[in-house]
C-alpha cells in the first residue's frame, strides 16, 4: 500500500494502518469499488513533525485502525495534536485500550460491569483474592484476542500466575482480576457507529475453551438488537467519545447484561460473515458525513 506524501495531497479521507487485516482491506477495497479517494498511510512509514504548523493535516479525515496499541496511541496523539480528526480520538484510545480504566470510566457512568479487583504486587493480590475470591479472572490492564487471560481456580494458581508475571514488562505487575461470570458459553460484540449499532453477533466458547475470543476456536450467529442491547451499547460508546467502537457484553445469570470491554479498533470480519451487515460502507459513510459537518 505505501504512504503519501500530504504535502502534494489535498485528499481529506485516509485510512492508517500498522498491518492489513481483512477489516481494512475491506474498507479499502470498497472504497475504490465506490469511487471514493480513500488514502492508505502505513504507520510504520509515518514520520510526524510534532511542532510543523503547516497545517498538513487540518481538518483531515483519518481512520485510526492500526493493531499495535502504542503505535495506534502515540500516531493518534500526534495527528490529532495536528489537527487531523481522528476515528477514534485520542482520549477514546486512552480510555477504551487500558481495562481497568475503561472499568472505572463504566462503573462512575452506571454501567453494569462484572465485579473487579486490582492490586499492585504479587502479596497484595494474593491477599486481596482472599476476600475477592475464586474463581477469579485475570487479566493484562492492555491486550488483546485473549492473550494473557486466565482463570484461577485457587490461591495456588494465582501465586503461580502472579510470580510468573514478576518476570515479564512492568505493566504486567498491575494485576487486574474480575469475577468471572455465570453466563451461557457465549458472549454479545456489538458495532456501533455513531449512534448506531449497525450490529451485533453471539461469540461461542470453541470445545475445552472458556473463553469466547474467535482465535480461540470460537464461533458466531446473528444477536438481535434489543432495545436493552441497544440502550446499553450506545451509552458505553458515548462514555468514551467513540465514532466506531465495539462493545462486548455478557449476559449474567445474577445482572444480566454487563458490558466487560469497549474495543477501540475493533474487528469485524465474523460480524460481517454472520449478520451481512455491510460495515466497511458505514464506516465510510460515517467519515464523509463528517466533512460536511
Same mark, same amino acid.
Given at each position: 500500500?505505501?504512504?503519501?506524501? @500530504? ?12 498491518? =492489513?487485516?481483512? !477489516?481494512?482491506?475491506?474498507? #479499502? ?12 498511510? /502505513? *504507520?510504520? /512509514? ?6 510543523? $504548523? ?32 481522528? @476515528? ?7 480510555? *477504551?485500550?487500558?481495562?481497568? #480504566? ?15 479487583? *486490582? ?10 483474592? !482472599? ?17 494473557? #487471560?486466565?482463570?484461577?481456580? $485457587? $490461591? ?9 508475571? %514478576? ?11 474480575? %469475577? ?7 458472549? =454479545?460484540?456489538?458495532?456501533? @457507529?455513531? %449512534?448506531?449499532? &449497525? ?11 472458556? +473463553? ?20 446499553? *451499547?450506545?451509552?458505553?460508546? +458515548? ?11 455478557? %449476559?449474567?445469570? +445474577? ?21 451481512? &451487515?455491510? =460495515?466497511?460502507?458505514?464506516?465510510? +459513510? ?8
Amino acid at each position: 500500500m505505501g504512504t503519501i506524501n @500530504i504535502e502534494e495531497d489535498s485528499t481529506s479521507l485516509y485510512i492508517l494502518f500498522d498491518n =492489513i487485516r481483512w !477489516e481494512e482491506k475491506s474498507i #479499502i477495497e470498497k472504497s475504490k469499488q465506490d469511487g471514493i479517494n480513500l488514502k492508505t498511510i /502505513d *504507520c510504520k /512509514d509515518l514520520v510526524l513533525f510534532l511542532n510543523d $504548523d503547516t497545517n498538513l493535516f487540518r481538518d483531515k479525515i483519518i481512520l485510526q485502525r492500526s493493531v499495535s496499541y502504542f503505535r495506534n496511541l502515540h500516531s493518534t496523539a500526534g495527528l490529532e495534536g495536528l489537527g487531523a480528526r481522528m @476515528i477514534n480520538s485520542l482520549y477514546t484510545a486512552l480510555m *477504551c485500550g487500558n481495562k481497568l #480504566i475503561s472499568h472505572m470510566e463504566l462503573q462512575k457512568n452506571n454501567v453494569l460491569t462484572p465485579n473487579s479487583m *486490582c492490586a499492585f504486587t504479587t502479596e497484595s493480590a494474593l491477599h486481596g483474592l !482472599e476476600k475477592f475470591g475464586y474463581p477469579a479472572v485475570i487479566k493484562p490492564t492492555v491486550g488483546s484476542w485473549g492473550r494473557l #487471560i486466565g482463570l484461577l481456580n $485457587d $490461591d495456588e494458581a494465582a501465586k503461580a500466575v502472579l510470580e510468573d508475571r %514478576e518476570h515479564m514488562f512492568p505493566i504486567y505487575h498491575i494485576s487486574y482480576f474480575e %469475577e468471572f461470570i455465570k453466563r451461557p458459553p457465549r458472549d =454479545i460484540r456489538a458495532i456501533v @457507529i455513531g %449512534e448506531e449499532v &449497525v450490529a451485533a453477533i453471539y461469540r461461542y466458547s470453541g470445545t475445552n475453551e472458556w +473463553k469466547t475470543n474467535m482465535a480461540l476456536g470460537g464461533h458466531a450467529s446473528p444477536c438481535p438488537i434489543t432495545k436493552e442491547l441497544e440502550d446499553i *451499547c450506545i451509552k458505553s460508546a +458515548k462514555i468514551f467519545k467513540g465514532d466506531v467502537v465495539g462493545v462486548d457484553l455478557m %449476559e449474567s445469570e +445474577k445482572y444480566g447484561l454487563i458490558v466487560h470491554e469497549v474495543n477501540n479498533t475493533t474487528e469485524f470480519k465474523n460480524t460481517v460473515r454472520v449478520t451481512g &451487515v455491510d =460495515i466497511p460502507s458505514l464506516i465510510i +459513510k460515517y467519515m464523509q458525513n463528517l466533512l460536511v459537518k
